[in-house]
C-alpha cells in the first residue's frame, strides 16, 4: 500500500523542516520526502494549504475504559483521538479496575489495537488501586509495555512512599506524569479562589494546592534522578518553578492544556459545571505566565487532560458534578487560534509541544516525519475557520465549555501507520 500526500507544508520538528514538500509513504513507512515527487501510489492526498506535522501525541487523556463506559471507552476515545489528530494518546490509570496491574495494560493495548484509530498506550498506577498505600508491580508493568506512571486523579500524599516510587521509576527508566495537588488543601473547593468563588458562594482552591506539591515532587525528582514530567500546570508559581528546576538541572518538563491558555476565571460561567475542572481555570495573570512559559519554552507540552463525563453527571451544578472536560477534538483549533495565531508560538514549537516533544518525554519513536519513521501524520487547515459543536464530537463526552466558540484551525486527515484513519472530508 503507498500513499503519496502532495504538496503540503511540512513542518517537522524532528529534520528543522518547515517547507512545502510531498511525502511518499509505503507500507506504513515514510520512505521519501521532497518536491515534485513524480511516484506511481494507491492513494493521493492534495494536500495544498494544508500543513503535514507528525502524528500528534498527546501524554494525558482519560478513557474511562474499563470500569466507566458509559462516559467513554477504548473505541470512542481512540475515534475522538484521530478526529483530533492524534495517532498516540496516554490513557490515565483512574479506571475500574483501576491500571495497576498486566492484566489491564493488556487488555486496554489490545482493545485499542482492535478498534484501529490511534495508538494508546496505558499509563500505570503508581499505588494499588491508587490509594496511596502500596507501590505497584512496576517491573512487570514495564515488561508488559508500560513507559510511564500517574496517580492522576490524586497526588500520592505519602511522600516516601512516592520517594520509593520514583527512585524505582528512574531505575527502571519510566517517566513519572504527576497530579500536583495537595488533597487536604483542597477542602471540597471547586473553582479557583478569589473574586469569583467569593461573588458566588462557592469553596475555591488556591494556587498553593497545585504549587506545594509541585515544589516536593521537583525536590523529589532532584534527589531520585526520576524524569519528572507535571501535568496540567495552570498556575504562575508552577511555571516559575520549572524553569528555575530546568536551570539548575533538574530532569523536569511540564504540561499545559488549552483551557488554562485559553480560558481565566473571568471567562467563567459559575452556573456551569462544564467549567468545572481540576485544576481549576485560574486568573489571567496566571493564563498569561502559562503563555509566555509556552512561548519561551519553559514548558514542553500541550496536552487535553481529556475527561469524559455524562450530561447527567455535568448537570448537577458546580458542587454536585464531576471535574473534567473534554478535549481532543478541540486541541489543535484552540492551539492555533490562541497560541500560533497571536504570536505566542510558531507552527514548529506547536509540532514540538504536540507531538515531538511527548515522544521524547516517554521515550517513544515517534514525533517525526523523518524518511525511515512509522507514518504517522496529520494534515491540517490552518485558515479554516467554523464555530465549535459538541454535538459532532466522536466522544461520548460534550462536555466541554467551548461549544459554539469561533476558532480557525481543522484537522482534516489523521493517518495512523500509513492509513488513513480520519478525514474531515469524509464527515456525514
Do not use: W
Request: with cysteine; charged share 25%; glycine share 8%.
Amino acid at each position: 500500500m503507498t500513499l503519496l500526500i502532495k504538496g503540503a507544508r511540512v513542518v517537522d520538528p524532528g529534520t528543522k523542516t518547515d517547507r512545502i514538500e510531498d511525502i511518499l509513504i509505503k507500507d506504513g513507512i515514510i520512505s521519501e520526502r521532497g518536491e515534485n515527487l513524480v511516484v506511481e501510489a494507491d492513494e493521493v492526498i492534495s494536500a495544498d494549504g494544508l500543513i503535514a506535522m507528525p502524528g500528534l501525541i498527546d501524554l494525558h487523556v482519560h478513557f474511562r475504559d474499563p470500569g466507566f463506559e458509559y462516559k467513554e471507552d477504548v473505541i470512542t476515545g481512540s475515534m475522538a483521538a484521530a478526529a483530533g489528530g492524534f495517532t498516540t494518546v496516554f490513557a490515565m490509570p483512574n479506571t475500574k479496575p483501576v491500571t495497576d496491574n498486566v492484566e489491564v495494560v493488556r487488555d486496554i493495548i489490545f482493545r485499542a489495537v482492535g478498534a484501529g484509530y490511534t495508538n494508546v498506550s496505558p499509563v500505570a498506577a503508581v499505588t494499588i488501586g491508587q490509594e496511596g498505600k502500596e507501590l505497584t508491580d512496576l517491573e512487570a508493568l514495564k515488561e508488559a509495555g508500560v513507559v510511564a506512571i500517574s496517580e492522576d486523579g490524586k497526588s500520592v500524599m505519602d511522600t516516601l512512599l512516592y520517594k520509593q516510587a520514583m527512585e524505582k521509576a528512574a531505575e527502571l527508566e519510566l517517566t513519572v506524569l504527576a497530579h500536583c495537588e495537595d488533597k487536604s488543601l483542597v477542602n471540597g473547593g471547586v473553582i479557583n479562589e478569589g473574586d469569583v468563588s467569593r461573588a458566588n458562594n462557592l469553596p475555591g482552591i488556591s494556587n498553593a494546592v497545585e504549587d506545594i506539591i509541585t515544589a516536593r515532587d521537583i525536590i523529589l525528582a532532584k534527589e531520585t534522578g526520576a524524569k519528572l514530567h507535571l501535568c496540567h500546570c495552570s498556575t504562575e508559581g508552577a511555571v516559575k518553578m520549572i524553569d528555575e528546576a530546568k536551570k539548575a538541572g533538574i530532569k523536569v518538563t511540564g504540561e499545559v492544556c488549552p483551557h488554562h491558555f485559553t480560558l481565566s476565571t473571568d471567562d467563567m460561567d459559575a452556573n456551569d459545571a462544564n467549567y468545572k475542572m481540576n485544576p481549576p481555570l485560574r486568573t489571567k495573570r496566571d493564563v498569561e505566565a502559562l503563555k509566555e512559559g509556552l512561548k519561551n519554552d519553559i514548558m514542553d507540552v500541550i496536552s487535553t487532560d481529556h475527561a469524559p463525563h455524562s450530561k447527567e453527571e455535568k448537570d448537577k451544578g458546580m458542587l454536585g458534578s464531576p471535574f473534567g472536560i473534554v478535549g481532543l477534538e478541540t486541541s489543535v483549533a484552540l492551539t492555533i487560534t490562541e497560541l500560533v495565531d497571536k504570536g505566542y508560538l510558531t507552527y514548529m514549537q506547536m509540532a514540538e509541544k504536540m507531538s515531538y516533544n511527548p515522544a521524547n518525554i516517554v521515550g517513544i519513536d515517534r514525533g517525526t516525519l523523518m524518511v525511515g519513521k512509522t507514518a504517522d501524520v496529520v494534515l491540517i487547515d490552518p485558515n479554516a475557520e467554523y464555530d465549535i459543536d459538541a454535538n459532532e464530537f466522536k466522544s461520548k463526552g460534550k462536555n466541554t465549555p467551548f461549544d459554539g466558540y469561533k476558532v480557525k484551525g481543522r484537522v482534516m486527515y489523521t493517518i495512523l501507520s500509513g492509513k488513513t484513519v480520519y478525514a474531515h472530508s469524509k464527515k456525514k
